[in-house]
Each structure stands twice: as C-alpha cells, then as structure tokens.
C-alpha cells in the first residue's frame, strides 16, 4: 500500500493511505473534492473532440469487422474452390496458419494502424501546407524528395516481402 504524503503551506499535515485520507475529510480530501468538481464541469460530454474521435474510433471497429468479414467469406470461397491437387501439395497446416494469421492481422491491428492513419494525416497535411505557403521554394525540394521516398518505400515493402516469404518458407521445409 502507498503511503501519501500531503503537505499544505509547506508543512506536512496528513501522512496516510488513500482511503484513510478520504476518510478524514482533510485537506487532501478537499483537494480530491475540488479537482474532480472542476474536471466533471470542464468534461460536461459535448466536447465536439471527444465526439469526433468516438464516432471515428466506431465507424473503423464497424469498417473493420465487415472487412475481415469480407477477406474471411473470399478466403473460404478460394479455398474451396481449389482444385484437388493444391491439397495434395499444400499441408492443411500452412492454410490453416495462413488464414489465422490474416483474420488474426485484420481483428487485431487494422483498426489500430487506421485509427493512428486518421488522427496523424490531418496534422501532418495541416504542418505541410503551412510549411508550402510560409516557404513556397520548398515545394521544389518537397516534390522530388516525395517521388524518392515513394520509390523507396516500394522497393523497401517489396524487399520485406519477399524476405518474410523466405523465412515462413524455410521454417515449414525445416519440418
């Protein structure tokens, strides 16, 4: 248990544990008293913040149960729709890792990586035209710069790709 200290016009006038603070209705309680009046009064629900973070935070939980939904139902038809012969050369145990591994992506990181995407561009593009419009000659070296990036971006993706391929690969000739 923590013990708190409460000091008031520099001196130390109540020593003890959160419930027995409370319980003594001293200065620490009247401190508790006076931030959560003012905190309750400030927060009154009709912050249009609040509001637009909420409503954005239920479309992409909405947008991303359909989503998996939608990658499970095409997943489950492609599968089914193979030919024999792909069961044949494919252990039940690679589909299997694959379809839990991408439901389990969609579930558990898509809304994460969409939220931040939302909350992030609309700072982001809001520094870059005050940027542009308080110093127009950047655009020559944004523009260009944004080109390589993108190339490099695409290069890097690929590269990764292609590498994580090589890895699960390897594992599944390992067994």
Same mark, same amino acid.
Do not use: W
């Given at each position: 248990?923590?013990?708190?200290?409460?000091?008031?016009?520099?001196?130390?006038?109540?020593?003890?544990?959160?419930?027995?603070?409370?319980?003594?209705?001293?200065?620490?309680?009247?401190?508790?008293?006076?931030?959560?009046?003012? +905190?309750?009064? !400030?927060?009154?629900? =009709?912050?249009?913040?609040? *509001?637009?973070?909420?409503?954005?935070?239920?479309? #992409?939980?909405?947008?991303?149960?359909?989503?998996?939904?939608?990658?499970?139902?095409?997943?489950?038809?492609?599968?089914?729709?193979?030919?024999?012969?792909?069961?044949?050369?494919?252990?039940?145990?690679?589909?299997?890792?694959?379809?839990?591994?991408?439901?389990?992506?969609?579930?558990? +990181?898509?809304? !994460?990586?969409?939220? =931040?995407?939302?909350?992030? *561009?609309?700072?982001?593009?809001?520094?870059?035209? #005050?940027?542009?419009?308080?110093?127009?000659?950047?655009?020559?070296?944004?523009?260009?710069?944004?080109?390589?990036?993108?190339?490099?971006?695409?290069?890097?993706?690929?590269?990764?790709?292609?590498?994580?391929?090589?890895?699960?690969?390897?594992?599944?000739?390992?067994?």
């Amino acid at each position: 248990m923590d013990l708190i200290v409460v000091m008031k016009d520099g001196e130390i006038s109540e020593l003890g544990s959160y419930t027995e603070l409370i319980e003594r209705d001293g200065a620490f309680s009247e401190f508790i008293q006076t931030y959560l009046t003012e +905190n309750f009064h !400030q927060s009154s629900g =009709n912050d249009p913040e609040v *509001l637009a973070v909420s409503l954005l935070s239920v479309a #992409i939980v909405i947008g991303s149960v359909s989503a998996s939904r939608l990658l499970h139902a095409d997943m489950l038809n492609r599968i089914v729709r193979c030919p024999m012969s792909f069961f044949d050369t494919t252990p039940l145990g690679r589909i299997l890792n694959r379809f839990s591994k991408d439901v389990d992506i969609m579930d558990n +990181n898509i809304q !994460q990586y969409v939220l =931040n995407l939302f909350l992030l *561009l609309g700072p982001l593009i809001s520094t870059f035209i #005050i940027i542009m419009y308080t110093t127009p000659m950047l655009i020559a070296v944004f523009v260009p710069l944004a080109v390589v990036f993108s190339f490099l971006q695409r290069d890097i993706e690929r590269r990764l790709v292609d590498q994580s391929l090589q890895s699960t690969t390897n594992v599944y000739r390992s067994r």
